[in-house]
């Protein structure tokens, strides 16, 4: 691993800065549209290069990737073993989909933010959402912009 590359581990939890973690692969990618319901004729193929960092990294220094650890946020379109890009620079609100740390763990839950309250709430009826109540050792870590999978 570079040097360059910054982790922090927890219980089995990996968090990577993507600072310099690209290398010297060449980041401009191709990129096509695909229709997504009936198919384009052939003519309609153009291709675009996409810078894949500028993309999915808008503030490199506060930037890190995360891997998902089970299945609480299923129905929000996360899943196990996801990678998620998280940017500790954007400011938690009601509604986004937060890496929280909560009495020395890490958690990922949507922040519902009513009045005084916050609750954490799971994407999957098997999991009952979390109140945070003025006791708990709490933070919003970082905010997810992206949700990378493999299939």
Not at 41 to 60: G, M, T, V, W
Request: proline share 8%; with cysteine.
């Amino acid at each position: 691993m570079k040097k360059s590359l910054a982790m922090h581990q927890k219980k089995g939890s990996v968090f990577v800065n993507p600072a310099g973690f690209f290398g010297s692969m060449d980041p401009l990618l191709p990129c096509v549209t695909v229709a997504g319901g009936f198919p384009s004729p052939a003519e309609d193929f153009s291709e675009e290069r996409l810078d894949i960092r500028q993309y999915l990294i808008k503030n490199p220094a506060s930037t890190f990737f995360a891997r998902v650890r089970g299945d609480s946020m299923r129905e929000a379109g996360i899943s196990d073993g996801d990678l998620l890009v998280v940017d500790r620079s954007i400011r938690p609100s009601d509604g986004k989909i937060a890496v929280c740390f909560l009495n020395g763990e890490f958690t990922l839950k949507r922040l519902r933010m009513d009045g005084p309250k916050i609750f954490l709430m799971p994407a999957n009826p098997r999991f009952r959402p979390i109140e945070v109540g003025p006791e708990e050792q709490f933070t919003v870590w970082g905010i997810v912009t992206h949700v990378i999978k493999s299939f």
